[in-house]
Nanobody, 121 residues
Framework: EVQLVESGGGLVQAGGSLRLSCAAS????????IGWYREAPGKEREEVAC????????YYSPSAKGRFTISRDNAKNTVYLQMNSLKPEDTAVYYC??????????????WGQGIQVTVSA
């Protein structure tokens, strides 16, 4: 059974930091691109950052560049999203997703259940 389990979310003040983790199982982690996505109320799900199977960074959204860092530990089947200088507009449900190749949001094969991140002003 494929599982992607996010953790590390919560409530933080603006300017603070959080590190999200995504623990994966049930597929060959090393062979998959893994990304972080978020969905704010009333908005479409958007890509935040994505890393390739060899930990090459494929993509950062304009809002994530310079503040967020994606990384993966293939030995632990885990991907991380370090989020610094958080802003209220970063408030959203954050998801991790996996796919054999980098693709658009709708094409990602496996999804986690999501975790809430709330940034207070």
């Amino acid at each position: 059974e494929v599982q992607l389990v996010e953790s590390g979310g919560g409530l933080v003040q603006a300017g603070g930091s959080l590190r999200l983790s995504c623990a994966a199982s049930g597929f060959i982690f090393d062979d998959y691109s893994i990304g972080w996505y978020r969905e704010a109320p009333g908005k479409e799900r958007e890509e935040v950052a994505c890393t390739s199977s060899d930990n090459g960074i494929i993509y950062y959204s304009p809002s994530a560049k310079g503040r967020f860092t994606i990384s993966r530990d293939n030995a632990k089947n885990t991907v991380y999203l370090q989020m610094n200088s958080l802003k209220p507009e970063d408030t959203a449900v954050y998801y991790c997703a996996a796919n054999p190749a980098y693709t658009v949001v709708a094409g990602m094969e496996y999804w986690g259940q999501g975790i809430q991140v709330t940034v207070s002003a």
